[in-house]
């Protein structure tokens, strides 16, 4: 009688966390989720494409905007295909590292499926959101290609990427992003909280159940708003390792290597910072207070990093430079997205400060002492950025520096609980790096090899030094 009383009760809180029949999305919010995702495709084609494309070499030109591209193609079919079920669904069975297949070739997904928000009864079409979690797959990749630009093999470029989404980007965004969301958590709060004796053994376990099926970061308390950990710095280690594995350009250091194109380069990061809005304010899922807090957080942090960057630079080689300038934006941007709905907009400008003066020192002083050649300043930018932003998200998410808080859907079923723990927050966003770094940083040295072996990273040394654009595509990108 016992066991059928607990089934019962198993059943009526299965019934309790499904969406209400009659739950429909908010239309306003799914407009602005969708103009977001179109913003971040803007930001990564043509704007990450044009950015890097001017900081390579002419000769290389077109095969740096071909890698980006076939990137984000490559990524979109592979993610409608098995990514997102991936990154965004449980299975008991790989929990807490990675989802399950339940949803692979969008399976059980229709226009009628609804993804829940950070908001108690609020909902957006599932379709919108996988296709904006989409852009965000697509980006992560492509920023790769910075770090080993001007001498990976096309072919070897596609298998990395197909690899990488798979054994590294699914994973990580699991693992900081996945949860299942403020109305099944409180849902099942409430009812291990009213369960009568008999029943609160299976109301408990229940509970317990959803949280150990949520991703091992989150499970931590880690917060990232829209993607320091799971985007940046998870990009930039994976840069790191490319750089060194495929080793320095040929004659690096010997020869002369200056960006063949800084207007074009100045166009892209421009449209890195429009695309940006889409990023941080659209990682809210709504139209709210919060997106708008990320907006300004976005232009804040973007403004004071480049000035900072050009004003460290100006002081100490004696000229500011448009490549200063739209660096020190980039790593603005990079450090400002954990960030972005949690710091108050003082917080951000700070943030900023911060990470200009960092990037240029990682990017300038440390890169020349430890002699790698990351070819577009890939782990320098975002990398770097990325752990500053994440671990300056765990300080100024506090509500007596302006922050927003962190909130808690479990302590009061049915209500959101802002607090804030300065210890338990650095320690979850420090944890989340670390795991973001070195299961990124592993993988990554695994695939690398393993590509390797199977294509060959680089291409031969003539083919090289002729010029990607011509070896590899039979084509150049300008004729003089």
């Keep these: 009688m016992t066991s059928r009383a607990a089934a019962l009760t198993a059943m009526l809180l299965a019934a309790t966390w499904a969406e209400p029949a009659l739950a429909a999305a908010d239309k306003g919010d799914t407009a602005f989720l969708m103009i977001s995702t179109v913003l971040v495709l803007l930001m990564t084609v043509p704007g990450l494409a044009l950015f890097y494309c001017g900081l390579v070499r002419t000769k290389n030109a077109l095969a740096t905007l071909m890698q980006v591209y ?24 790989t929990a807490p590292f990675v989802g399950g297949l339940s949803k692979a070739l969008l399976a059980g997904i229709s226009t009628d499926s609804l993804a829940a928000t950070f908001t108690h009864n609020v909902h957006v079409p599932e379709y919108a959101y996988v296709w904006f979690q989409m852009t965000f797959a697509a980006i992560t990749p492509a920023l790769i290609v910075g770090a080993f630009a001007e001498r990976m093999r096309f072919s070897a470029l596609l298998l990395f990427m197909a690899l990488w989404l798979t054994f590294v980007y699914c994973p990580i965004a699991h693992m900081v992003w996945y949860w299942p969301g403020p109305d099944a958590m409180s849902a099942a709060a409430q009812a291990a909280a009213t369960a009568t004796p008999e029943a609160k053994l299976t109301a408990d376990a229940v509970l317990r159940g959803l949280i150990a099926n949520s991703g091992l970061a989150f499970q931590w308390g880690a917060i990232d708003f829209a993607g320091g950990t799971v985007v940046h710095t998870n990009a930039g280690i994976a840069g790191l390792v490319g750089a060194l594995m495929l080793g320095p350009r040929s004659g690096y250091g010997r020869e002369p290597m200056p960006p063949h194109s800084l207007t074009l380069s100045m166009v892209g990061a421009a449209l890195l910072w429009v695309g940006w809005f889409g990023f941080n304010c659209g990682s809210n899922l709504e139209a709210t207070g919060t997106a708008a807090l990320a907006m300004g957080n976005t232009f804040g942090a973007t403004a004071t990093s480049a000035l900072a960057w050009a004003f460290v630079e100006w002081m100490v080689k004696g000229k500011p430079t448009t490549l200063g300038l739209i660096s020190g934006m980039v790593i603005g941007l990079v450090a400002v997205t954990p960030a972005a709905g949690f710091s108050g907009p003082m917080g951000a400008l700070l943030l900023g400060v911060v990470s200009g003066v960092v990037g240029y020192i990682a990017c300038t002083w440390m890169k020349s002492r430890l002699g790698y050649d990351d070819s577009l300043d890939v782990f320098g930018v975002h990398c770097i950025g990325g752990i500053v932003g994440a671990l300056g998200t765990g300080l100024l998410v506090n509500p007596a520096l302006g922050g927003t808080g962190v909130a808690d859907y479990i302590s009061d079923p049915g209500r959101i609980v802002i607090g ?10 420090g944890k989340a790096v670390l795991l973001t770094l070195v299961w990124s940083g592993v993988i990554s040295a695994v695939i690398y090899k393993f590509v390797d072996l199977v294509v060959g990273l680089r291409p031969p040394k003539d083919r090289e030094r002729a010029g990607l654009d011509l070896t590899e595509h039979g084509e150049r990108g300008y004729h003089f």
């Design 70 to 93: 076939a990137t984000v193609c490559l990524v979109c079919i592979l993610w409608m295909l098995y990514g997102y079920s991936l990154a965004f669904t449980e299975d008991a069975r």
């Design 420 to 429: 804030y723990d300065m210890a338990a927050q650095m320690t979850a966003q």
